[in-house]
């Protein structure tokens, strides 16, 4: 094989957020077949470091495109994670995350993502969409639940030129879906991921380095010691 | 009534982007009793001129809230209406206008537009989505027909914290959705709409005056024709 062998795989857009969800949902993505083409929003986020982490992962897993797009979700506001005025829980029980739409909700977050996902993949003449969205989440977000996700895939295939004119099917993958923290560590670890390169954090400082004690924080070091894997996360 | 005097009508989000279509939707939507909070996304279109309409129309039909959303889709790519690098077409016969997708569709557009309407609903506490889509559009984009609509309006309901905890019931409007141009010439007249404030071409000069030979003109035109009304259109 030259560097100029064809990729004859089907192309598929997965969410990636530099997070270690995401990263390992692109990692299954790989595995599956396709040509991953990354997606990242900007979205006013505190967690900006996040997006540098996007950028080193799409690299480090072999993602084929990665596109960033801006979109400042602070003017619409309503979450601890946009809106400076809200502040980010800190040292909570991790028992009792999962309870309640918690303030780091996005209003409509997946929505607007898994809708910038299908103007991408139709352009690209893609049909599958990936997100790292998991069973930890979906108890407090309502749009990471199994009914989200059916919902949006049936919106996508009459919503766009490709899904009516028979093309193709629009598929929505959440290979993380069922799954615990520790079982997403081991699938990624067994795939390569290299989460030192990942940002969990929901307050991360610029260089990407995480608090330890934010829900995400919690949920990301308990999910290695319950795997039993050593922790890479860079804390501050 | 004073100035001080409280807005107790509900809230609704109207999609508006400055062109013939959304001004009526608007003007529908207080008509109906609700405070009509703006939206509109400046999404790198070719004819910014609308956004300059939209601030005009937001003020004179009375929108209590006016929101102009950076996302820039050119990234994205695959429209006319966002890529340089495809030609609007121009001085078509209006028969042959609805008849296929045209390369003015913009992949997925009124999924993102919904998803953006729908995030900033939730944090207003407000349950109707308003937006200007109608029977000639829905010939051509698929993400203008009924179909499309109720499948956006069952999301919307479990993809949100307000929608899965019953505080509401999201609902999708589309007041013009089986009217023709004449018709909504009309209904938006009868509304005190002031059509010289509204852009629809597709291809407005910064004035924000009209070419008249793009498909948004023809159909314009034909409107104003059909309606046995005068065409206040500002042509160049």
Known sequence: MTSATRDDRPRAVVLLSGGLDSATAL?????DGFAPCALSVDYGQRHRAELAAARRVAAALGAVRHLVVPLDLS???????????IDVPKGRDPAEIGSGI?????????TVLLALALAWAETLGAFDLYLGVNALDYSGYPDCRPAFLEAFERLANVATAAGVEGRGRFRVHAPLLE???????RLGTGLGVDYSLTV???DADEAGRA???????LLRKKGF????LPDPTRYR
Not at 211 to 217: F, I, L, W, Y
């Open 200 to 202: 969990s954090c929901y």
């Open 179 to 185: 799954l615990s923290k520790a079982e997403i560590v």
């Open 225 to 228: 010691a319950e795997a039993g």
């Open 75 to 85: 003017a619409i506001g309503g979450s601890a994670l946009t809106d400076p005025s």
């Open 102 to 110: 918690p303030v780091t909700y996005v209003p409509a977050r997946n």
């Open 211 to 217: 608090c330890g004690s934010c829900d995400a924080c």
């Open 27 to 31: 990692a299954v993505c790989r595995r």
